[in-house]
């Protein structure tokens, strides 16, 4: 997305983005801690980076973030997280996904309404994630969306004493639009 395409984006891309009973609206400062207990709920705490709600607050402010609060029919279940919004060659990360609901294809939907933010509303090129190599529940479900891995990043990521390896996946716009149009 160029600098221009940025600064022309309507006044109102932080809009909710609806697709069925699933919503995607703007993280506020008081949903930070509804944020953290999604992070450390057991299901979550072993794949997601724990921030705490001061680094969340901070990040509803930061350039090139987008913090969205996931909701199912009005009750939030999880939060997405995405960086590099105003990227210069359209290359937006999914920096983190959680939801408290699982199994229930809420990931799913909540993965491609970010998405949809990304191609539809902001316009980038290319939407791309870090996955555990041992988070294999996540990674069959960006396969199965249309996600492309592009290797592995070895041990660029310390989790206590010890580092792990990330498969790196992306999407591109035209491969969205060809699978995934709302």
């Excluded at 990227?87 to 999914?94: I, R, T």
């Excluded at 990931?107 to 970010?114: F, I, K, P, Q, T």
Aim: charged letters at 30%; glycine letters at 8%; hydrophobic letters at 40%.
């Amino acid at each position: 997305m160029s600098r221009a395409d940025a600064e022309n984006r309507p006044a109102d891309a932080r809009a909710p983005i609806r697709r069925g009973g699933m919503t995607l609206r703007a993280t506020t400062p008081d949903d930070c801690s509804f944020v953290v207990e999604v992070e450390r709920h057991p299901d979550n705490a072993r794949h997601v980076e724990q921030w705490s709600e001061a680094q969340h607050r901070a990040a509803l402010t930061l350039p090139g973030t987008r913090h969205w609060i996931i909701e199912h029919r009005g009750t939030p279940i999880g939060y997405v997280v995405l960086e590099d919004t105003d990227d210069p060659n359209g290359s937006v990360l999914l920096r983190r996904i959680a939801i408290i609901s699982k199994g229930r294809g809420h990931g799913r939907n909540a993965v491609l309404l970010a998405a949809h933010d990304c191609f539809e509303v902001l316009g980038c090129h290319r939407l791309w994630l870090n996955v555990a190599r041992d988070n294999r529940r996540a990674f069959n479900l960006y396969r199965r969306l249309g996600f492309v891995e592009e290797g592995v990043a070895r041990e660029s990521v310390r989790k206590g004493d010890r580092f792990l390896s990330m498969h790196v996946l992306s999407m591109l716009d035209r491969e969205y639009r060809a699978a995934h149009q709302l």
